[in-house]
C-alpha cells in the first residue's frame, strides 16, 4: 500500500497570503496524484487531477506541481472560502489511498 | 440536475449487515465506473471499494475485503454496497462517487460525489 503524508497538518494563514501544502508518497506515484477540498459538513471537491491539471471550474489560483515522491498544491493568494482541509488521492495502484490531510485555518 | 444520493445507513449492532444505496440521476450511469469512500467522525477519508461501469471488474481495501461487496443494477441507475460483519471501527459517513471522465479518458480520481449516509456501528 502507497502511504501518503502530507504537510503540515495545520497551516494559520490570512486572507490573501499564499498556502504551500505538500504530499509525499512512500514510493513513485508517477504524475498520478489528485488533490482535494474539503469543508466542513460537504463531500470533498476535486481541485487537481495528475498532479497539475485544475479540475472543471477550479479557480486559477489553485495549482499543483510534482512527480514521483513529492508534490506540492500552491494557493496563490487564499480568499475566504478556501479555508478548509485538503487531501491529496494517489491512483496508480490499489489501493487507492488518500493523505492525512492538511487544514488551512484563519489566522 | 446531476446528482448523486445515498440511502440506508443507520444504527447498527456489531456484527450486523446493511446495504446502502447510491442512486444516480442527470448522468448515462453506466459510463462511469463508481466507488465508495468512508470518513470516520472527525477524520480523513478513506477509499472503501470501486467496480467498473459494467459491474464486473471490483476492487476493496484491505479492511472491507470479504466483509463488504459493491455491486451495481445500471437498469435502476443505482450502486450498492452491502456491509457485512460490521465493526465499531466502521463507523463513518459513506460517500459515493463517480471517477473523473474527461475529453481524453477516464481516471480513478473522484469528481461527483453524494452528501454521504452516516452509518454508525455500536452495542
Known amino acids: 500500500e502507497i502511504v501518503l503524508t502530507q504537510s503540515p497538518a495545520t497551516l494559520s494563514l490570512s486572507p490573501g497570503e499564499g498556502a504551500t501544502l505538500s504530499c509525499r508518497a512512500s514510493?513513485?506515484?508517477?504524475?498520478?496524484l489528485a488533490w482535494y477540498q474539503q469543508k466542513p459538513g460537504q463531500a470533498p471537491r476535486l481541485l487537481i487531477y495528475?498532479?497539475?491539471n485544475r479540475a472543471t471550474g477550479i479557480p486559477a489560483r489553485f495549482s499543483g506541481s510534482g512527480s514521483g515522491t513529492d508534490f506540492t498544491l500552491t494557493i496563490s493568494s487564499l480568499e475566504p472560502e478556501d479555508f478548509a482541509v485538503y487531501f491529496c488521492?494517489?491512483?496508480?495502484?490499489?489501493?487507492?489511498?488518500f493523505g492525512g490531510g492538511t487544514k488551512v485555518e484563519i489566522k | 440536475e446531476v446528482q448523486l444520493l445515498e440511502s440506508g445507513g443507520g444504527f447498527i449492532q456489531p456484527g450486523g449487515s446493511l446495504r446502502l444505496s447510491c442512486a444516480a440521476s442527470?448522468?448515462?450511469?453506466?459510463?462511469?465506473?463508481m466507488t465508495w469512500v468512508r470518513q470516520a467522525p472527525g477524520k480523513g477519508l478513506e477509499w472503501v471499494s470501486a467496480t467498473g461501469g459494467s459491474g464486473f471488474s471490483t476492487y476493496y481495501a484491505d479492511s472491507v475485503k470479504g466483509r463488504f461487496t459493491i455491486s451495481r443494477d445500471n437498469s435502476k441507475n443505482t450502486l450498492y454496497l452491502q456491509m457485512s460483519s460490521l465493526r465499531a471501527d466502521d463507523t463513518a459517513v459513506y460517500y459515493c462517487?463517480?471517477?473523473?471522465?474527461?475529453?481524453?479518458?477516464?481516471?480513478?480520481?473522484?469528481?461527483?460525489w453524494g452528501r454521504g449516509t452516516l452509518v454508525t456501528v455500536s452495542s
Open positions: 442527470g448522468f448515462t450511469f453506466s459510463n462511469y465506473a
Open positions: 488521492q494517489q491512483r496508480i495502484t490499489w489501493p487507492l489511498t
Open positions: 514510493r513513485s506515484v508517477s504524475s498520478y
Open positions: 495528475d498532479a497539475s
Open positions: 462517487a463517480t471517477t473523473l471522465t474527461t475529453r481524453i479518458g477516464w481516471y480513478w480520481y473522484f469528481d461527483l
